[in-house]
């Protein structure tokens, strides 16, 4: 959540410019809630793109949150069908990374932790709408870097002390950009999922219990 | 023109179904050791795949604003300052980058 308010801000700033209205500018960010779909899907309007074309992109770049909540519901105790339909809806990359690197493991903290993530995103398109004609652009540019440094600030200090995981993240990341050529878009989930295969065999499983502290 | 309600209707809804999807059928599975360890090694890899390059785009324009910020937020983070204050002194210091660059 406490990236998620500048973040709104700039992708508010984002979606007004492209011609989204406030309403839609707020509703983009109620129903999808995905930083990242959103920013593509307000740059492609801006651009010109086809609603179709849109839709696309949007469902092959938020397709990581399968994978993602496939991870946290394995993670999550005392979880049911119900509960888990509930809070389907409210996995993002960041309340996804901050429940895998935490200890805590109660469907009650998660629910917590994703309600006020997803509260500060609306809240940040909210404030954005109003307060945006007071902004200068280089402060709503420089609110684009806070999910990312959000994303450093949990990465760094989970590999910091085991050299083949920063090894997997250094392999992750050049994949990713090579992908980026060859298949476009899917890149994300694909550098994503073989990424953690070749972990199988560079990274020891103490990992998994040294990555709780 | 584009309708922009289509988008929004046709995106939260491609956007959902991922979402789904798992949270019907994870109870049911029973995961292996292999399987959890590939769930497990997930977050490394999607937040390596999500970083880079995309923090590169931050600015559109000016590439290395976004090298600058993750440079910043990585040496703060190997501090060990806190995440709070890792978000809000990252922005600042890109502000203060953004106003210094009329300067060169």
């Given amino acids: 959540m ?14 007004l410019k492209a011609g989204f ?26 651009n010109g793109a086809t609603a179709i074309a849109i839709i696309l992109t949007n469902f092959v770049v938020n397709l990581r949150y399968m994978v993602m909540n496939t991870a946290v519901f394995n993670k999550m105790e005392e979880n049911s069908l119900l509960g888990n339909m509930l809070t389907a809806h409210l996995v993002t990359d960041e309340t996804f990374a901050l429940f895998s690197f935490e200890k805590e493991s109660s469907m009650w903290f998660y ?6 993530s997803w509260l500060s995103w609306i809240l940040g398109a909210v404030i954005g709408v109003f307060v945006l004609d007071f902004l200068p652009v280089i402060v709503t540019n420089s609110f684009n870097i806070s999910l990312y440094a959000l994303f450093i600030a949990i990465l760094v200090p989970a590999v910091k002390n085991n050299k083949r995981l920063g090894l997997l993240v250094v392999i992750t990341a050049i994949l990713n950009v090579i992908l980026q050529f060859v298949v ?5 989930i694909l550098s994503t999922l073989i990424g953690a295969l070749i972990g199988m065999y560079i990274v020891d499983d103490s990992f998994m219990e040294a990555s709780n502290d | ?18 979402r789904l999807i798992p949270a019907i059928f994870v109870d049911r599975l029973n995961f292996g050791p292999k399987v959890e360890k590939f769930l497990n090694l997930i977050p490394y890899t999607a937040l390596a795949a999500l970083i880079c390059p995309g923090v590169l785009t931050v ?3 000016l590439w290395y604003i976004g090298l600058i910020g993750a440079v910043v937020a990585a040496g703060l983070s190997w501090k060990k300052v806190p995440l709070g204050a890792i978000v809000i002194l990252t922005v600042v210091i890109l502000v203060t980058v953004y106003s210094l660059i009329p300067m060169f």
Avoid: K, R
């Avoid at chain 1, 476009?184 to 994300?188: A, E, M, R, V």
């Fill in chain 1, 21 to 46: 209205n406030p309403f839609q500018t707020v509703s983009f960010s109620i129903l999808v809630y995905a930083g990242a779909g959103e920013i593509i899907g307000a740059t492609m309007v801006a």
């Fill in chain 2, 59 to 61: 600015d559109s324009q």
């Fill in chain 1, 184 to 188: 476009g878009n899917w890149s994300l």
């Fill in chain 1, 111 to 116: 629910v917590g932790l994703a309600l006020s």
């Fill in chain 1, 2 to 15: 406490l990236g998620y308010i500048p973040m709104g801000i700039g992708y508010a700033a984002l979606a």
């Fill in chain 2, 1 to 18: 023109m584009i309708n922009i309600n289509l988008v929004i209707l046709g995106c939260a809804l491609v956007t959902f179904i991922p």
